[in-house]
């Protein structure tokens, strides 16, 4: 099913945009002028969902084998890591060992796992309004379902590291869509990393929201357009007003098309 999806998404990418889903009457003229129709919202787990405890730099010093180590990779990288991509060629020893690294530091953080503030209430208004929520992260599914049982929110579907290909990707997120049975460009990908969450969803075809918390990023007009995401917000609770200023909240009366 995902090839199929996949290689639709590139052939249909220059093509014209499909016949908008019919809606009632109320629902369009709610529908304040340029708004979009929004079906599903998709969020990263990590440092978007729930406050982020694991310390990464630390975690990949000792993965690629020091600070010298760690500096060639983030300068090949352009300032970042992706620490998945760096030891998909390496040795299956030497995966193991890494992978092994990397489950002791996950494994701390889920030991001090916090929900982000605002996100409880961010899910009942997407659930009020009848939006789906999905989930996307590059953690394990273990991680993932410790979340859903210590705070009650489930996501579905929720995919991890074991999904394959990951973020950035488009290919996870194009499969909750298909999922859903809902158009990439009525969907919101909304996470904390330029280069995992905001190019996923732009891949795809998806909005962007980045959550930036401590404005590490900085001003929005700054970043490169090529990851520059349509919306970007220091908290949860600011996605709101996001999402009710610029979006069609009403829900879409299913129909069947001829």
């Known amino acids: 099913m995902l090839p199929r999806l996949l290689l639709a998404h590139r052939l249909l990418a220059g ?3 499909p016949l908008p889903r019919r809606r009632t009457a109320a629902a369009m003229s709610a529908a304040a002028p340029g708004t979009r129709l929004l079906r599903g919202v998709v969020f990263d787990m990590d440092g978007t969902l729930t406050v982020p405890v694991i310390d990464f730099p630390a975690m990949y ?19 970042s890591v992706d620490i998945l991509h760096c030891i998909e060629g ?14 002791r530091f996950e494994q701390d953080g889920l030991d001090r ?22 989930l996307i992260t590059r953690n394990v599914k ?5 979340f859903h049982q210590r705070f009650g929110m ?69 970043l490169p357009e090529g990851v520059r995401p349509d919306f ?16 069609d909240l009403a829900p879409v009366v299913s129909e069947s098309r001829i």
């Open 142 to 146: 273990t991680a993932v379902d410790l």
């Open 154 to 222: 489930m996501f579905s579907p929720a995919l991890s590291r074991e999904f394959r290909p990951y973020k950035p990707d488009p290919a996870p997120l194009l499969h909750i869509c298909s999922t859903w049975n809902i158009p990439p460009n009525e969907v919101v990908m909304v996470g904390d990393s330029l280069k995992d969450d905001v190019v996923c969803g732009k891949r795809a075809g998806a909005f962007t929201c980045l959550l930036d918390e401590t404005g590490r990023y900085g001003p929005h007009d700054s």
């Open 15 to 17: 093509a014209a945009a």
């Open 232 to 247: 970007k917000v220091s908290s949860l609770s600011e996605v709101f007003s996001v999402l009710e200023e610029h979006f």
């Open 90 to 103: 390496w040795a299956p020893d030497e995966q193991r060992r890494a992978y092994e690294v990397i489950a």
């Open 61 to 79: 010093r000792e993965v690629l084998g020091g600070d010298e180590a760690y500096a060639a990779a983030r300068a090949a990288g352009g300032g």
């Open 113 to 134: 796992l916090q929900i982000m503030p605002g996100a409880s209430e961010l899910c009942g208004f997407l659930d009020a309004k009848q939006i789906r929520r999905g």
